[in-house]
């Protein structure tokens, strides 16, 4: 039985030049994502549902002092606040998930 060392490629060869990986970046920075933000959630039964008109009003679990989630890609990023800027909202990051988190939620 011939049994020997398994041989890699090294780490730093397969991955290239840093102006390869750079250039790669740079197609992944013109991609556009869908960006979201959620005020809040609720559960509602059908026939409350139906019953919904104009005026009527649904009340969200969250409270109003809550930060509102920032969904891209329909994953959670960051948390924010609602700010007004002229006639249009806006909202201000106050915190953002953990980077490793980010990049795993992007690729899902």
């Known amino acids: 039985m011939d049994?020997?060392?398994?041989?890699?490629?090294s780490l730093e060869a397969s991955a290239g030049t840093e102006g390869q990986r750079d250039r790669k970046l740079d197609l992944l920075m013109d991609l556009t994502l869908p960006v979201a933000i959620e005020l809040g959630?609720?559960?509602?039964l059908i026939r409350d549902i139906l019953d919904l008109q104009r005026g009527?009003?649904?009340e969200f679990e969250k409270l109003a002092s809550e930060p509102v989630d920032i969904l891209i890609n329909g994953k959670k990023m960051a948390e924010g606040e609602?700010?007004?800027?002229e006639k249009h909202f806006g909202i201000r990051i106050t915190?953002?998930?953990?980077?490793?988190?980010r990049v795993k939620g992007l690729g899902r």
């Not at 049994?3 to 490629?9: L, P």
């Not at 959630?41 to 509602?44: D, G, H, L, S, Y």
């Not at 915190?95 to 988190?101: A, I, K, N, P, R």
Request: hydrophobic share 50%.
């Open 3 to 9: 049994v020997r060392n398994a041989q890699f490629q």
């Open 41 to 44: 959630r609720t559960q509602m």
């Open 82 to 85: 609602v700010v007004v800027i």
């Open 56 to 58: 009527s009003v649904v």
């Open 95 to 101: 915190s953002l998930v953990d980077t490793e988190e």
